[in-house]
């Protein structure tokens, strides 16, 4: 009867739901509308991560606003630390998203199934920890159908074009300091999330720009016709993407890792990556990127 009453606990466990936070609206990776069926790279792993825990998949859907008072580590911080669930999806390995959190709480996005109250109130914030990363994130360049067979093997190779970039993002300062501001003359600025970065390359507005390479991907998706061309050129500083959760969980992240180094090693990510239209690269040195801008402006 005691070897009963312990067991029960664990087998209960072992059945409770993976919870796995992710972005509704961020193709290839995860989608979620209403009336569709969910899709996307990220969800058809979080499906293959259960499945090797032998437990049930529950997604808990959320909305990241892109604004200034926006913090997508605090966000994520905010929906692990309120139990919303225990690992968070695609997130970008940094040692800035990673940090101990300078406030002691933070208000949660917007998620499905939130009442008015948790709009309003404030959630008491953990530490985070990642799992090993997945999928390799990186910057490229990508052409107008007039620049499609520009040969493109570093930054320096887009001088002569007409560049459009998004302004206060980091391809906006890594091609205002180009080699001292060499291309400065040639750079158009817009503005993120409003202005229609790739659909302006497409029309020919533009010949070149620097973005998410999963940014091409899901605009290729949407545009099947589109003459817009990637480069092949992937700028050399790029973030790992991976799972987070909180550190007061560390069996959880061990699991994970096991599952993922089982499915890397069975080609399953790079055949789910395929699927989905989500350019697959290997996950790469440093599995935790630096300070990025720091790197760039000194360069």
């Known amino acids: 009867m005691a070897a009963a009453v312990i067991a029960t606990p664990v087998a209960r466990a072992a059945d409770a739901p993976l919870k796995i936070c992710l972005d509704e609206d961020l193709p290839p990776l995860s989608v979620h509308h209403r009336g569709k069926p969910d899709s996307g790279f990220e969800v058809a792993l979080a499906q293959a991560v259960a ?163 999963r940014r091409f991907d899901a605009y290729r998706l949407a545009h099947p016709d589109s003459g817009i061309a990637p480069s092949g050129y992937f700028y050399p500083i790029g973030a790992n993407r991976g799972y987070v959760g909180l550190a007061s969980d560390p069996d959880l992240l061990a699991a994970v890792n096991k599952a993922l180094s089982d499915l890397q090693a069975a080609g399953t990510i790079a055949e789910l990556a395929k699927t989905a239209g989500l350019s697959y690269l290997a996950p790469r040195e440093p599995v935790i990127l630096g300070d990025v801008w720091q790197t760039v402006l000194q360069k």
């Open 51 to 213: 499945g090797k825990l032998n437990r049930p998949l529950q997604i808990q859907w959320f909305e990241s606003k892109l604004d200034e008072d926006s913090s997508p580590s605090l966000e994520a911080n905010a929906l692990l630390s309120d139990g919303r669930c225990a690992l968070l999806g695609g997130y970008a390995l940094t040692q800035d998203s990673l940090v101990v959190p300078g406030v002691k709480t933070a208000k949660l996005p917007d998620f499905e199934g939130a009442a008015r109250d948790d709009r309003r109130r404030r959630v008491p914030l953990g530490a985070l920890a990642p799992s090993q990363p997945y999928v390799y994130s990186p910057l490229t360049v990508v052409l107008s159908p007039k620049a499609a067979g520009r040969r493109i093997a570093g930054i320096g190779d887009l001088a002569g074009l007409r560049l459009a970039i998004e302004s206060g993002t980091l391809a906006d300062a890594i091609l205002m300091t180009f080699d001292k501001g060499r291309l400065i003359d040639d750079i158009t600025h817009l503005v993120p999330g409003r202005d229609d970065l790739l659909g302006a390359l497409d029309r020919g507005d533009s010949d070149a720009t620097l973005l998410d390479l």
